[in-house]
């Protein structure tokens, strides 16, 4: 998508937009209104066009001019409007032109705003972006791609609107980055081809290391590498560091669960449904789409990436259930059930990342449970913290961007539902609270370092269709924790 600003200007030909504030067209509007004898006016009567609904209205070749059509935006209430509206108008914009090649769109910002013009229109453009996302290269014959790959959006000022904007594009970046590494099969994207796209980032100015299953087992890491045993594909651990702060600043530090497939290995999955199985290292895919929004946009702040990839296969050689492993941290596991193994995968990567970067905290994402999905649907991810900061400043960011969190609770009584005669622990609880005994496990990982975990299983995969993504994958987590690290640790 080529995206450009230019000066408000009225194009003779093509498709144009044009923004309706809740007091009606704007300057530019009521030219074209004029030109078209009032056409646009009596076509928002007739359709009972609200400009506060925040919808969309077509007008076919309007007489007057040589348009093609002109899309009405309504921009919604002025004084409610929120920067998440505006990327939902961007996409909807984008979805009314999406047959068209070019399209222009003067975006008069209404009086009386809420936000400022230049942030409105850089959202807008945001959305108009995200809304061109598809995946698509598997398709040989028929491309589902939107035809639209050139918009020019007119505002008053565009010096100052594409200045906003310039971050905001790296972070469209990152979130397709990680909407491509979810939706990729896993016959392409196993661990070692996981590695070898993170480790595009050095590009970026972001330092990457790739640890391998030897360098893993003289670490200890006992946990994750039981998970990778039954697989051909060889484990992997990806370190990643941005570093945009002074060096005596502690770093920030996210973790990812990067199952490539999960089968369930021994405890095998019923078929029906597996295939979304590939999708089981969205927390990965967040934790490097961040890293790379990040470094985009070169954010004043040090942040860790560390991501644990394996491939969760029964063979042979795999994990059996009643297996006991040692994790890095010297605990040893019971493994009851070969398909509750994200948990192992994360007590190895967070044992590192606090003992290699003593970070000011850990926030680990991971499609971990089913059980979340019963819990708290596809609109929230569910939320494990030990630090009621975080849990309020993951929550706001969550709201502004509507990429929400539910905080779920911890507690001493369901730590005990983990424990087993055998070893320190098993690795699955009872029947009950499922996300919340998979989180206690996590904690007993963490060293007690101010931590939070993001349960991602119902918001990164299979994601209802929005204005903003048409994707199987959402790229949930990326905008939120890009909201998170700026509003809160740069500068
Ligand atoms: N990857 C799954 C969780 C999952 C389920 C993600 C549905 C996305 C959609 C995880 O590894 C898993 O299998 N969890 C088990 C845990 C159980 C064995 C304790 C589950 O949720 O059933
Ligand atoms: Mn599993
Ligand atoms: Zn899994």
């Given at each position: 998508m080529n995206l450009t600003f230019s000066a408000l200007k009225i194009p003779t030909s093509g498709t144009l937009g044009i923004t309706v504030g809740d007091k009606g067209l704007g300057t530019l509007g009521k030219k074209l209104n004029k030109m078209t004898g009032g056409a646009l006016e009596r076509a928002m009567k007739n359709s009972g066009f609200k400009a506060v609904s925040k919808s969309s209205l077509t007008v076919l070749e309007p007489s007057g001019t040589k348009l093609g059509k002109i899309i009405l935006i309504g921009m919604g209430r002025s004084s409610a409007v929120k920067s998440h509206d505006l990327e939902l108008l961007g996409g909807k914009f984008a979805a009314a032109c999406e047959k068209d090649k070019t399209a222009t769109v003067l975006f008069e910002t209404p009086e009386g705003y809420a936000l400022k013009s230049d942030e409105a229109a850089a959202r807008f453009a945001l959305g108009v972006l995200l809304r061109s996302y598809r995946f698509n290269k598997y398709k040989t014959v028929k491309k589902n791609a939107p035809v639209l790959n050139k918009v020019t959006v007119g505002v008053s000022n565009p010096t100052s609107v594409k200045k906003a904007y310039t971050p905001l594009k790296g972070l469209?970046?990152?979130?397709?980055?990680?909407?491509?590494?979810?939706?990729e099969p896993a016959n392409v994207l196993h661990p070692t081809e996981f590695a070898k796209r993170a480790n595009n980032l050095t590009k970026l100015g972001v330092t990457v290391e790739v640890l391998t299953e030897a360098q893993m087992k003289r670490l200890g890491m006992g946990a994750l590498l039981g998970v990778g045993q039954g697989s051909v594909q060889p484990s992997k651990m990806v370190v990643m560091q941005w570093k945009g702060a002074a060096k005596t600043k502690k770093p920030v530090a996210f973790v990812g669960k990067g199952?490539?497939?999960?089968?369930?290995?021994?405890?095998?999955?019923?078929?029906?449904?597996?295939?979304?199985?590939?999708?089981?290292?969205?927390?990965?895919?967040?934790?490097?789409g961040l890293m790379e929004a990040l470094a985009r946009r070169?954010?004043?702040?040090?942040?860790?990436?560390?991501?644990?990839?394996v491939e969760n296969m029964p063979s042979g050689d795999a994990q059996r259930p009643g297996d006991i492993v040692t994790s890095m941290s010297g605990q040893t596991i019971e493994v009851l059930n070969t398909d509750a193994e994200g948990r192992l995968v994360l007590a190895d990567a967070l044992w590192y990342t606090q003992q290699r970067f003593k970070p000011q905290f850990m926030i680990d994402l991971a499609t971990l449970t089913g059980a979340i999905l019963v819990a708290l649907g596809q609109e929230y991810a569910g939320l494990f913290t030990n630090n009621d900061k975080i849990a309020e400043r993951l929550t706001q960011a969550g709201e502004a961007e509507d990429e929400k969190v539910?905080?779920?609770?911890?507690?001493?009584?369901?730590?005990?539902?983990?424990?087993?005669?055998?070893?320190?622990?098993?690795?699955?609880?009872?029947?009950?609270?499922g996300s919340t005994t998979a989180a206690q496990f996590l904690q007993r990982f963490t060293n007690k370092v101010p931590w939070a975990h993001l349960d991602i299983a119902g918001t990164a995969m299979g994601s209802p269709k929005t204005p903003t993504s048409q994707s199987w994958a959402s790229g949930y987590g990326v905008k939120l924790l890009n909201r998170f690290v700026q509003d809160f640790y740069e500068g």
């Open positions: 469209a970046a990152g979130m397709m980055t990680a909407r491509d590494l979810v939706n199952v490539c497939f999960d089968t369930g290995g021994i405890s095998i999955k019923p078929s029906a449904g597996m295939e979304d199985m590939r999708g089981d290292m969205g927390g990965a895919a967040a934790v490097t070169k954010a004043k702040a040090n942040v860790v990436g560390v991501i644990g990839l539910w905080r779920m609770p911890l507690h001493e009584k369901f730590d005990k539902m983990i424990d087993t005669p055998n070893a320190d622990m098993k690795n699955i609880g009872g029947r009950y609270a």
